[in-house]
Nanobody, 124 residues
Framework: VQLQAYGGGLVQAGGSLRLSCAAS????????MAWFRQAPGKEREFVAA????????VYADSVKGRFTISRDNAKNTVYLQMNSLKSEDMAVYYC??????????????????WGQGTLVTVSS
């Protein structure tokens, strides 16, 4: 499975951005998907996860109410809509796939496949 994340860029604080992650080489609906992020000098942290059908999601407390994870299995793509961005959201964002379709793990080591990351920069 190959994952390609894109959509990062420079945005002002309070603005919005939508990240996308396109999957290829496997059956997308067999995977739970997640977004993680890593800021300079910090460990990779969980952002949001979604089960195989999109019916169940989980969010980190720091993004709850501002970010929305969704997926389109027909397009083999998972999205992260980010609103009301803050300076602390600035990081490289990674998408990840878990071969357990119903599990929405918050632990990075439980994800088998990773995208290359896309940089989100928030200016104040």
């Amino acid at each position: 499975v190959q994952l390609q994340a894109y959509g990062g860029g420079l945005v002002q604080a309070g603005g919005s951005l939508r990240l996308s992650c396109a999957a290829s080489g496997g059956t997308f609906s067999n995977y739970a998907m997640a977004w993680f992020r890593q800021a300079p000098g910090k460990e990779r942290e969980f952002v949001a996860a979604i089960n195989w059908s999109g019916s169940s999601t989980v969010y980190a407390d720091s993004v709850k109410g501002r970010f929305t994870i969704s997926r389109d299995n027909a397009k083999n793509t998972v999205y992260l809509q980010m609103n009301s961005l803050k300076s602390e959201d600035m990081a490289v964002y990674y998408c990840a796939a878990d071969l357990r379709p119903a599990v929405r793990s918050v632990i990075p080591s439980e994800y088998e496949y990773w995208g290359q990351g896309t940089l989100v920069t928030v200016s104040s």
